[in-house]
């Protein structure tokens, strides 16, 4: 035997025995555990470890892509090791003992296991030991409260319903066990693509190593090299899927509050938006819905006509997002239970009888997500709700969450049945969540195969992107609370799912005028907008503070709006690559040191910088410019980066700067995303020597984009001393907008220009562009040029002198 006590019940991997290099992988033997290493992809690996003996591999939950053209790699072998390369980085693997490293071509260590330590186990329990350089900093994580960079913190995934948690709480709702480790502006990935309880240690145990196992299961990680940041991301997306592109209502502002009833106060709510003004697509409708808490059934006294309800106010523009729990009532009279019963699709104990346990409707029974038929039958319940016209499901208390018991959860030794096979809830329970969600948005696409699905979700595993946004539970009305937020949603967004946002205004607590209007300022700016909260607490709707506090809640929402063409195509953008829409700025600016840290701002797509304002009684905000050029949005004013400034921020005004070179468009206000079509759609440009966007549309809500009915629109600039061009280029793909205008507002314009052209065709000058169906109009104030043309489909070539 090789294998070595590591410490105290420990025992290491040992030396490497016998290797086998194939096309597919290169498998070492190390008596009685095998090593895998699998290259998927140039800049990414798989390595397992499994007993010699064990013979099947387990399907995996988080991974969607499962073929891959595997690259060829060049195989060598010595009497100390083997070298496996690919072409963007090698794997070197020592015999005695084994050890894993990943290299850069030119033979610079990007990371490696730790020399003492390895690989090892103790009976069920596995970890992995890395070498942990001085200078290495991690983020990504899933969910985690707290701040952005994690070096020095311990953490465990294991979902967990934990109201009111604090910036120290660990777990929380979601487990995404995937990190990125960065030095020097320089990125790798890890993903531990196991769905027991896991672990990370990254340097609170010792500063000279980091590690991550699990309670059970088996090592089984990937290992993705950038040396960007994106490229890792992109890499870890393409494995485990991405978000699909949302309807584009889901976009828009979103209220909720547990709960709107009856059906008046619905109304009341929804009447108050149109008669202020104030933009909303969306309302929620809370567990005090249903019929005692029984999903998928109403409260025939508080919602007499659901169906008219929901259909009067669809007339008004609002959609619907109703809650559904996976608790299911213990009623045999209850028609959800008794076909759950029937058809043997709730979780059994490890006597298997039936598991019950309690919670909002009193005692439950559990559906099975990890089992295909009941995912399936699942996705059936929610047919009589799609009839009543609600649009989008919540699907809440899915860690799973259970009342009454200390651990808060199912017994681990209860059963799943994943197809056949008997697994326990050890196993599967991190995965509950995130198969909810697949078996709500499973169910929506065959009940709707037209109609994009919008499901929201408090618990989830790596992945579940693919099915659901996510929101970050039951946080506090703080002004901590507000701050943390950033940070937890970007590392969300490391993590694979962009589609995020917390209970702006906080869930638990009553936030004062200021802090709810500081929290919707940028609230505004984050992928998913809702406020929320908790039954008994004061009024949070944008306009339940008084008049001051009213009027800049509406200007704000109405900027969401105006943003709406360039926030639905970083939509669109992320949907693609991966890339979250709200970002950390080390990812726009890596080599940055004073990024790296930064939680307190951040990036919507590439160019726009938010720096919210943290602290009650602030009239101004210390926040960072990263080097380059940059817009002051508000005054037009362009500021060199590269250095701290203190942005004015009086109540009414939430710093946010455009990065010179970026176009962005946007349209005017409109009450909800499908009130009117942009129109015109404006092409703000803020140049530098050049600028470059571009626009994404569709219809907002069917498939057909995926048939090539979109339209994208890219627009170029270009400035010199003699003439700035503005060409925008034949859209692509077949949708075609209503008949409207295009604005390109130049920014940074000294001068009222002298002549401006359309090909060979000179454009006048106009008093009012609003009135005008084409000409241009100059803003001496704000240094800023608007021409204003028909749209067109074949492009356009302005230039301005
Ligand atoms: C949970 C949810 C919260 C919801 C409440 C009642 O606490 O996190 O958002 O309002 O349950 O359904």
Not at 634 to 643: A, D, H, L, V
Request: charged share 25%; net charge neutral; proline share 6%.
């Amino acid at each position: 035997m090789s294998a070595k006590t590591l410490s105290a019940g420990w025992t290491s991997i040992g030396d490497a025995q016998l290797v086998l290099n194939s096309d597919q992988q290169v498998v070492i033997d190390c008596g009685d555990m095998q090593v895998q290493l699998t290259p998927f992809a140039n800049d990414m690996v798989r390595v397992r470890v499994v007993p010699t003996s064990q013979k099947s591999e387990r399907g995996s939950w988080a991974i969607a892509k499962e073929q891959w053209d595997l690259p060829p790699h060049k195989y060598s072998e010595d009497a100390k090791g083997i070298t496996i390369e690919l072409a963007d980085f090698s794997i070197r693997v020592t015999k005695s003992p084994l050890r894993i490293a990943f290299l850069t071509p030119a033979g610079e260590v990007i990371n490696q296991d730790d020399p003492a330590k390895g690989m090892g186990w103790d009976g069920a329990q596995l970890r992995v030991w890395k070498e942990m350089p001085q200078n290495e900093l991690y983020y990504g994580f899933g969910e985690k409260t707290g701040m952005l960079e994690r070096r020095g913190l311990a953490m465990t995934d294991w979902n967990y319903d934990i109201p009111a948690y604090t910036p120290a709480t660990d777990p929380i709702y979601q487990s995404i066990p995937f990190f990125l480790g960065m030095r020097d502006g320089k990125f790798y990935g890890i993903f531990f693509d196991n769905t027991f309880r896991t672990s990370f240690d990254m340097g609170k145990e010792s500063d000279r190593y980091y590690s991550f196992g699990s309670d059970g299961g088996s090592i089984n990680y990937y290992f993705f090299y950038g040396p960007s940041p994106k490229k890792v991301i992109e890499r870890f997306t393409e494995l485990t899927g991405r978000m699909n592109l949302p309807p584009k209502w889901s976009l828009g502002y979103q209220q909720c509050r547990w709960s709107y009833y009856p059906e008046a106060k619905v109304r009341d709510i929804a009447g108050n938006f149109r008669s202020r003004k104030i933009p909303c697509d969306v309302i929620y409708l809370d567990i005090d819905y249903m019929d005692g808490f029984r999903c998928f059934t109403w409260n025939k006294e508080n919602f007499p006509n659901p169906k008219k309800m929901v259909s009067d106010l669809a007339n008004d523009g609002f959609k619907f997002v109703t809650i559904i729990d996976p608790g299911i009532k213990n009623d045999t009279t209850y028609w959800v239970y008794k076909e759950g019963a029937k058809g043997n699709h709730f979780v059994r104990n490890g006597d298997s009888s039936l598991f019950i346990g309690p919670v909002w409707p009193g005692n439950c029974a559990f559906p099975d997500f990890a089992n295909t038929k009941a995912r399936t039958w699942w996705g059936t319940l929610y047919a009589d709700l799609v009839k009543v016209g609600i649009r989008g499901f919540w699907n809440d208390m899915n860690e799973p969450s259970v009342f009454d018991v200390p651990t808060k959860t199912f017994p681990l030794d209860a059963v799943h049945n994943v197809d056949g096979e008997k697994e326990s809830h050890a196993e599967i329970h991190n995965v509950y969540g995130m198969q909810m969600a697949r078996g709500t948005y499973e169910g929506l696409r065959r009940l709707k195969p037209d109609e994009r699905p919008f499901v929201l979700t408090r618990a989830g595993y790596a992945g579940t992107q693919r099915y659901s946004a996510a929101w970050t539970g039951d946080n506090v009305s703080s002004w901590e609370h507000m701050a943390m937020a950033m940070p937890m949603c970007m590392n969300f967004g490391l993590s694979g799912q962009p589609f995020v946002g917390p209970d702006i205004g906080g869930f638990i607590g009553a936030p004062s005028g200021e802090l709810y209007t500081r929290w919707l300022q940028y609230g505004v700016f984050l992928p998913l907008c809702r406020s929320h909260s908790v039954t008994g607490s004061i009024n949070k709707e944008p306009w339940a503070f008084g008049e001051e506090f009213t009027k800049i809640n509406k200007k704000f929402i109405e900027l969401r709006y105006q943003f709406m063409p360039f926030l639905y195509t970083e939509f669109y953008k992320s949907s693609t690559t991966g890339v979250p829409i709200m970002r950390p700025l080390m990812l726009e600016f890596p080599d940055d040191k004073t990024t790296y840290r930064l939680d307190t701002q951040f990036m919507v797509g590439g160019d726009l910088l938010v720096s919210p304002v943290l602290e009650a009684g602030s009239t101004s905000r210390r926040m960072y410019l990263p080097k380059g050029e940059w817009y002051d949005f508000w005054t037009r004013e362009k500021i060199s980066g590269g250095k701290w400034i203190e942005a004015p921020a009086p109540l009414d005004r939430l710093p946010l700067f455009v990065r010179a070179g970026a176009v962005i468009p946007m349209q005017q206000v409109v009450q909800y995303t499908d009130q009117a079509p942009a129109d015109p759609l404006t092409f703000e440009i803020f140049p530098s020597a050049e600028a470059n966007g571009s626009c994404y549309e569709d219809d907002g809500i069917s498939f057909g984009y995926k048939k090539g009915i979109f339209r994208a629109t890219a627009v170029k600039v270009s400035v010199s001393r003699e003439a700035t061009t503005i060409k925008m280029i034949a859209a692509r793909g077949s949708y075609l907008p209503s008949k409207r205008s295009v604005v390109f507002a130049l920014n940074g314009v000294e001068q009222k220009p002298k002549v401006i052209n359309v090909g060979s065709e000179q454009l006048k000058e106009v008093g009012s562009l609003s009135d005008a169906a084409q000409g241009w109009s100059y803003d001496r104030e704000l240094h800023r040029l608007s021409i204003k043309l028909p749209d067109s489909q074949t492009g356009l070539d302005l230039s301005v002198q």
